[in-house]
């Protein structure tokens, strides 16, 4: 079965600062991989899908198959940044309702 | 283009009232998910579906109840509210495999 890590709860950076959120998946197959951020009391928005290699607000992530891993970055965070992170994850066989799966959430908190 | 609807916003039931969360999408999605959101734990798929007629458990569904009579509403009901059913409900919808979900607002029950 797969499964979504993100070993930090919270991550605290200065502004200027650079951000790493980890993820990092156990899956046996070819995972499409995902991240979401959620803005206080609001929706989840889709963020970056690995398939489209995109860069949206600064952000990128690299998806490393051979550490398992779907780390998101961004070189200078920003106040606005603030928000939870949260890694999610596709499985390629055919129950993709079922198998899309959500780590359990990283906060990042940047200070002024 | 509205994209997923949830209705209503916030809700407070008693102990054994029953009640409807309702989904609506108009991207013609034919995934479509629920999920709930609790501190500390991230999202857990209640139920989904992966097309009209076609729903399924995921990974916390008693309680809960789905219908997909359409490909544009998927509603979900608690048959007899419990406090441990005090969430953040968020319904999804997806294209298909490789686009991610998109989501709804969010309906923020509290069972007293």
């Known amino acids: 079965a797969q499964r979504v890590t993100q070993p930090e709860k919270l991550l605290s950076v200065f502004k200027g600062a650079p951000v790493e959120l980890k993820c990092n998946y156990s899956?046996?197959?070819?995972?499409?991989l995902f991240w979401y951020v959620q803005y206080s009391r609001q929706r989840l928005q889709l963020l970056l899908r690995h398939i489209s290699r995109e860069s949206i607000k600064g952000f990128t992530a690299d998806l490393n198959k051979g550490e398992t891993s779907f780390h998101l970055k961004k070189p200078f965070a920003q106040e606005e940044d603030s928000a939870m992170y949260y890694c999610a994850l596709s499985g390629l066989g055919d129950n993709y309702g079922q198998n899309f799966v959500f780590g359990p959430g990283t906060r990042l908190s940047v200070l002024p | 283009n509205a994209g997923v609807t949830q209705t209503p916003k916030f809700q407070v039931l008693k102990t054994g009232q029953s009640m409807t969360l309702q989904c609506a999408q108009d991207m013609n999605h034919e995934y479509m998910s629920w999920y709930r959101q609790d501190p500390g734990m991230g999202l857990r798929l209640i139920h989904y579906s992966v097309g009209a007629g076609i729903t399924d458990q995921g990974e916390v569904p008693n309680g809960y109840n789905v219908s997909r009579s359409t490909t544009e509403d998927f509603p979900l009901r608690l048959l007899s509210a419990a406090p441990s059913q005090t969430s953040v409900y968020f319904c999804?919808?997806?294209?298909?495999?490789?686009?991610?979900?998109?989501f709804g607002s969010g309906t923020r029950l509290t069972v007293v």
């Open positions: 999804a919808s997806s294209r298909g495999r490789g686009f991610g979900y998109t």
């Open positions: 899956y046996s197959g070819s995972p499409e």
